[in-house]
């Protein structure tokens, strides 16, 4: 899959000599201790606090990788004039800010100014933590749907056969009212006696998942690097002619899933949690999806695509039969050339994984709207949408360990050995975190780490010696191999890995 290295730099100088300005240099390492903690609370998603050589504070953008002198949240109180009546601004002893309301006696960190503005949109304060962004969720969950609507309508009722989960199950939830499906949910198995106090649907998410997904109904696909994370079938109309009704039947369910705390029992390509989050494809994400097609893209990136007499059009084979699809009108008589072959990439990438299953897609997303607001679920980045829907499975570090290859290191080196320590002390979400790093997927096989899948079939976890130890670790998810540096200390080894594992969109560590 190529290669690219995390691009994390411990300088802050460079960056200080672009402030007001477009940064030339990717990433640092936060030295927070050395600022003020007024001045670092509250960032949002993306921003860091910095400080010169002679200790003044600025602020990194790295979603635009520009620098400014200004606290991000200033520019957004700006032109919004005084606090409302009766709000007082005031600061805890630590200096965090927070804003105090004398009408009704509350507090809250967030500036009622910027809540004013936000209302109409529903956003939720932005976490860096998963397990705090799921309480806001929760809570604001819990907020919009204890209506009177919920409260006549006491339960969600479905009557599903055990034999017949998919058919019976795609009876009752489509039709079903919107404002029924928020209701508390309640599964009966017909021809069994039982009460559902959770146990009962979490059994029917688990039997529905494995219908819903299962590529004998043509819905969904395996992805071209292994056969356990999945993709919307571009073909799934000529499967099924009443597939957009199923798409919409399977987002209800995702949705009652997500709602009801329970989990899918499958996990989906990365694109698909971003088409779901809204957020453009890109290039990058081919790589840990289809790796031919990455390579032949990357060539065309790399070399003079001209030789190669291409045109904007691509070949489509269904059932055998083969169909030429323009990228742009007339695209079959347009050649690729070396001025507009970034345009053809982006096209095809846009081809590969949404515009051939939009349809699909915008039905799953209108089926996942009648159960919880999209809006609300953009406080997520994909690899957490994937945690939420998929759950965070139990990771077994012992068998992680039994079935990890080595190269350039030995099992007993001591920078195996503090790695191994490293991931034995993550929580569950950071070893999650750690095995879509390098793998793709947070998902382990059923029967564990030993048929761990790379782009060419079945290929274990493996750490290869790589860089110095000013490195930081970088992944090839096409082979599921981790590049370590050969660090010299604990610390340092746990410190660069967990920088590397947080930061692998925006810092290129992965390819």
């Known amino acids: 899959g190529g290669t690219s290295t995390a691009n994390i730099s411990t300088a802050n100088t460079s960056i200080a000599n672009t402030l007001g300005g477009t940064s030339t240099s990717t ?171 959770g146990g ?32 919307i079938s571009p073909n799934s109309a000529l499967y099924n002619q009443d597939h957009l009704q199923y798409f919409k039947f399977i987002g209800r369910v995702c949705g009652l899933a997500i709602y009801n705390n329970m989990i899918i029992d499958a996990f989906f390509i990365r694109p698909f ?16 999806v289809d790796v031919e097609m990455y390579n032949g893209m990357k060539y065309i990136l790399d070399n003079d695509p001209e030789p190669l007499c291409l045109n904007f059009s691509v ?61 609300l679920i953009q406080v997520f980045d994909e690899r957490e949408l994937e945690y939420l829907m998929g759950g965070l499975a139990e990771i077994d570090v012992e068998d992680w360990k039994k079935n990890t290859l080595y190269s350039e290191y030995r099992p007993t080196d001591d920078v195996i050995l503090w790695f191994w320590k490293v991931v034995s002390n993550y929580d569950n979400e950071m070893k999650a975190r750690l095995l879509q790093f390098v793998t793709g997927t947070s998902k382990v096989p059923m029967n564990g780490f030993a048929e761990l899948q790379g782009s060419q079939g079945s290929r274990k976890f493996a750490i290869k010696k790589f860089g110095s130890v000013d490195s930081f670790p970088r992944a090839h998810t096409c082979f599921n191999v981790l590049d370590l540096p050969p660090y010299t200390d604990f610390q340092t080894l746990k410190r660069k890995l967990t920088i590397a594992i947080e930061n692998t969109e925006g810092f290129s560590g992965v390819d």
């Not at 504070?57 to 919004?80: F, I, Q, S």
């Not at 971003?274 to 890109?282: E, F, N, Q, S």
């Not at 039969?321 to 347009?334: H, M, S, Y």
Request: with cysteine; glycine share 6%.
């Open 273 to 288: 949690y971003k088409m779901m989050l809204g957020k453009k494809v890109t290039f990058e994400d081919m790589q840990s």
């Open 315 to 375: 070949n489509h084979t269904v059932f055998g039969e083969t169909k030429e699809v323009d990228l742009v009108p007339n695209g079959r008589n347009i050649s690729v050339t070396e001025a507009n072959k970034k345009e053809y990439v982006n096209l095809m990438v846009k081809w590969r994984f949404t515009e051939r299953v939009k349809e699909q897609m915008n039905a799953f997303m209108k089926g996942f709207g009648d159960v919880i607001s999209p809006k």
């Open 27 to 197: 990433a640092y390492i936060p030295e927070i201790s050395k600022i003020p903690k007024s001045l670092t609370f509250d960032l949002p998603a993306g921003w860091e606090a910095k400080t010169t050589a002679d200790g003044r504070v600025y602020y990194v953008d790295h979603h635009t990788k520009t620098t400014t002198w200004d606290h991000p949240l200033k520019k957004a109180t700006e032109g919004t004039g005084p606090l409302p009546p009766g709000w007082e601004r005031k600061t805890t002893p630590d200096g965090r800010p927070y804003f105090l309301d004398h009408n009704t006696k509350s507090t809250q960190w967030e500036d009622p100014r910027l809540q004013a503005s936000n209302k109409s949109t529903a956003k939720i304060q932005y976490s860096r933590d998963y397990k705090h962004k799921i309480m806001s969720f929760r809570s604001t969950l819990n907020k919009q749907y204890s209506s009177a609507a919920c409260e006549k309508v006491p339960t969600c009722k479905f009557y599903v056969h055990r034999g017949d989960i998919m058919e019976s199950s795609y009876r009752q939830v489509m039709k079903t009212e919107t404002h029924e499906l928020t209701a508390k949910l309640y599964i009966q198995f017909e021809g069994e006696r039982g009460y559902d106090y």
């Open 200 to 231: 009962l649907s979490r059994e029917w998410f688990h039997l529905l998942s494995k219908e819903m997904f299962n590529p004998y109904y043509g819905l969904f696909e395996y992805a071209a690097i292994d056969n356990y994370t999945l993709q």
